[in-house]
């Protein structure tokens, strides 16, 4: 059937949100379940980061998958914790911001810092899920959280051609991880700066940590008396410093900034004065303890306390002081809030302290509605993912009709969403680098920049072009089905070719068979590398794993058609599967076939288990292998990779086969293997095209 006639409607509602270039979204019977988008693109080039462990600087993607409309989604409504240990709304976050996620650290997960990389909304149905200590999160179906159990979607799959058993979802019987808020996020209320905060912010500070001084003297020289008044406030963090000296002057009183120097200071303190009668009156007027506070005044004074007295760590959350009526008055704006206090005994030295109890849920939502101003004090990075706080799922409710919701994109895959971890969509902030643990979008919604190879070569014609090696494939494959279609290759080729750009192609798509006469050509003006991805030899075991992408026998046929055509082609052999793939004989099996197929070198890499996909693989391996799945977790622990005792058995076993075979001597640079077994680059190189072919996906994620 002609593509021409397929052009998706409007009306259809399968085109993305606003995509800049798109010209037409296209479906065809060949491709069932799929949506092309179709793009003029502005650029073709995309610089790798400097600070990534590929190894080259330009990559060139003429297909991305689903980077505008992932499904994992939330209300824009949803408290975000940031990296300053503040909480903001969701639809308040921005592009740069950054904020707290999670990273594995041995058996623990931390928390730390996590940039924000991309933003966007869509709508669509949502369900509230409920939480036994009170906390509400308003999610898309689709929408994955970090549990007890691992990684699980909101729901089970609504599309029949969905199997549920491939789906964790979340049902009654998980529990989230993180603190949560302890109770539904719209009884969290930031406080409002009315003279009433702003009071009792100053009453807070300037009885903990500030000096007023009235008092008469004698001069010694004539005997006679005179008076000085004095109001000083030192601090070493000016945030507090600088809102206590705009909310005096508020107030109509005003102060002098200027270093404060004492004897046994071991670092510089700013403080600000003032030594007028009159402004010393006013300040003594206005700290008076009110006779009935009001919820404002008590929401600034806890955070004046707080910034003067207060103290967070390891998980304790104190004011401390020696003035009793302090104590008790911070007690009583706790009890305000419905927050639980209790005063501990004063220690020798007459200080006593008020303390918040409730866990991490309570702090944060200390601090979010009384809002002190020290940062500092707020840090929770570092610590361990861990929490008191009953977190189990009481109820999953649909909500009616669609819902205006939002994503977002984060450094480390997740974030901190009302008080527990919840994942994000892998697209990075330029939609470059895909992973299909974004699900089976990536799949589905292709985008094609069908205009991309004559902007590559405007690119590779400029001055400032330094042909610089550009790699294809290491994204995205270039050659799946839907090449065949668009034929944007050829064209990618010649650009670089005829620019005098060296370049190198990985793919595992025979289709790349028709265009090697044209790579033959190529590889008389620059150098071109080839490689293929191919680590498992076993048929029935390859689909299980792969499934969808062709099969060991048409990637073996694929390899002995390059090397046919008089070019080089290195094999990546990743990921390795402990007990299914690995093993002396296997290994040396493999780097048989790769040799009679005349591949040129084989970079070997163990199975990383990143987040979210290792979830899939071990519900995969549990139904597959339900034998093995103790001794994975024996490997791998609670991390990502495999010990580093089984990635250097690998890297000897590997090094022999290689021996064995004629491997020993590599001729393509590009994908060699490093002699570091603990090297990253078979993570970074398998992150992107370890993929399925986009267009060739079945309805279960490929799992690596």
């Not at 999610?139 to 964790?168: C, I, M, N």
């Not at 508020?250 to 009159?278: D, F, N």
């Not at 400032?464 to 065949?484: C, F, I, M």
């Not at 599967?577 to 002396?584: F, I, R, S």
Request: charged fraction near 25%; proline fraction near 5%.
């Amino acid at each position: 059937m002609r593509w021409q006639g397929q052009a998706v409607q409007e009306s259809d509602g399968a085109a993305l949100i606003p995509l800049k270039g798109l010209m037409r979204s296209v479906r065809t019977p060949e491709f069932e379940g799929v949506t092309f988008h179709e793009v003029a693109a502005k650029t073709a080039l995309n610089k790798v980061p400097g600070q990534s462990n590929m190894p080259f600087s330009w990559t060139v993607n003429p297909t991305r998958g689903c980077l505008h409309q992932c499904v994992y989604c939330l209300s824009p409504e949803t408290l975000i914790l940031m990296a300053n240990g503040r909480q903001k709304l969701l639809r308040e976050v921005a592009v740069g911001d950054r904020v707290v996620g999670t990273q594995l650290d041995g058996k623990y997960r931390r928390f730390v810092e996590s940039e924000v990389q991309a933003k966007w909304g869509t709508e669509k149905p949502a369900f509230r899920v409920t939480l036994r200590d009170g906390t509400e999160i308003v999610a898309s179906g689709d929408h994955r959280f970090l549990t007890d159990r691992g990684w699980k979607y909101v729901t089970s799959p609504e599309s029949s051609t969905e199997r549920s058993g491939q789906r964790p979802y979340l049902t009654v019987n998980n529990r989230m991880m993180g603190f949560g808020l302890g109770m539904a996020p719209e009884a969290y209320e930031a406080p409002r700066e009315t003279d009433q905060y702003r009071r009792g912010y100053l009453t807070g500070m300037i009885r903990g940590d500030g000096m007023l001084v009235d008092r008469t003297y004698l001069r010694s020289s004539t005997g006679k008396p005179y008076r000085v008044t004095i109001f000083r406030l030192a601090l070493k963090d000016e945030q507090a410093l600088i809102r206590s000296k705009e909310y005096l002057e508020l107030e109509g009183i005003g102060t002098v900034l200027k270093p404060y120097v004492t004897a046994g200071l071991t670092r510089p303190m700013q403080a600000i004065y003032t030594s007028t009668r009159a402004n010393h009156r006013a300040i003594t007027e206005m700290i008076e303890w009110p006779d009935d506070p009001c919820l404002e005044w008590r929401k600034g004074y806890l955070a004046g306390f707080f910034d003067a007295e207060g103290s967070y760590s390891q998980g304790a959350l104190r004011f401390t002081n020696s003035d009793a009526k302090m104590l008790s008055h911070g007690h009583a704006a706790l009890e305000a809030l419905d927050l639980d206090g209790v005063v501990e005994p004063a220690n020798a030295r007459g200080i006593a302290a008020l303390r918040i109890r409730g866990g991490r849920a309570a702090h944060r939502r200390f601090f979010h509605s009384v809002a002190p101003s020290i940062d500092r004090k707020l840090n929770i990075l570092g610590g361990a993912l861990k929490s008191s706080s009953d977190l189990g799922v009481t109820s999953i409710e649909p909500l009616d009709g669609v819902q205006k919701l939002i994503d977002i994109t984060t450094s480390t895959g997740d974030f901190i969403a009302n008080g527990v971890v919840s994942h994000n969509c892998f697209a990075r902030k330029t939609h470059e680098y895909l992973d299909l643990d974004a699900g089976r979008d990536f799949d589905t919604q292709i985008i094609v920049k069908t205009n991309v190879a004559q902007v590559l070569r405007a690119e590779l014609n400029r001055h400032s072009w330094k042909r610089e090696h550009v790699a294809l494939g290491t994204n995205t494959d270039p050659y799946q089905r839907a090449e065949g279609r668009y034929q944007l290759m050829p064209g990618i080729i010649r650009a670089l070719a005829d620019s005098g750009t060296p370049f190198s192609i990985l793919t595992k798509g025979p289709l790349l068979k028709r265009d090697l006469p044209l790579l033959q050509e190529a590889a008389q003006q620059v150098p071109v590398s080839v490689a293929v991805s191919l680590a498992v030899l076993d048929p029935e075991l390859q689909q299980k794993v792969e499934p969808g992408t062709p099969d060991p026998r048409a990637r073996l046929n694929l390899i002995r058609s390059i090397t046919d055509a008089g070019l080089d082609c290195s094999v990546l052999a990743m990921p390795i599967l402990p007990w299914l793939t690995d093993g002396d004989e296997r290994i040396n099996a493999l780097h048989a076939a790769l040799a009679e197929a005349g591949a040129s070198y084989v970079t070997t890499g163990a199975l990383h288990l990143r987040p979210g996909a290792r979830e899939w693989f071990m519900q995969w391996l549990a139904r597959e292998y339900p034998g093995l799945l103790g001794k994975y977790r024996r490997i791998y622990g609670g991390g990502s990779y495999a010990s580093k005792d089984y990635r250097h058995w690998l890297a000897d076993s590997a090094r022999a086969a290689r021996r064995r075979h004629g491997f020993d001597k590599p001729t393509d640079l590009m994908w060699r293997e490093r002699s570091d077994p603990d090297s990253t680059l078979s993570e970074a190189l398998g992150s992107g095209q370890g993929a399925l072919d986009a267009a060739s996906a079945p309805a279960q994620p490929a799992l690596f």
